[in-house]
């Protein structure tokens, strides 16, 4: 029924980039909030990044502000995750999510999430 599927993950150098992505089915995508969750061996999931329907909003953690951009394709039913100046601090398994409602930075707001894809950021 609903299925998030993410892709992109990898290897990469301190410094490199890696474009994620996020195909749904099995929801109107655009009456849902998406959004990146990230999660590091022996840590709490945590906040990346979010965009409301349209993506008519946008807002990012602090620590990946101005390197990462979130955007999204209604037509497509994908959203996308831009990394630039990738650090060894952003390696984890990251997870797109998504809920009916308004945005949130708890992942206990959200309804479904992906399997998730490694993103390894070498020194």
């Known amino acids: 029924q609903v299925q998030l599927v993410e892709s992109g993950g990898g290897l990469v150098q301190a410094g490199g980039s890696l474009r994620l992505s996020c195909a749904a089915s099995g929801i109107i995508f655009s009456d849902y909030t998406m959004a990146w969750f990230r999660q590091a061996p022996g840590k709490e999931r945590e906040f990346v990044a979010v965009?409301?329907?349209?993506?008519?909003?946008?807002d990012y953690a602090d620590s990946v502000k101005g390197r990462f951009t979130i955007s999204r394709d209604n037509a497509k039913n994908t959203v996308s995750l831009q990394m630039n100046s990738l650090k060894p601090e952003d390696t984890a398994i990251y997870y797109c999510?998504?809920?009916?409602?308004?945005?949130?930075?708890?992942?206990?707001?959200?309804?479904?999430w992906g399997q998730g894809t490694q993103v390894t950021v070498s020194s």
């Open positions: 999510a998504a809920r009916w409602g308004p945005a949130g930075v708890q992942p206990q707001m959200y309804h479904y």
């Open positions: 965009t409301r329907w349209r993506g008519d909003t946008t």
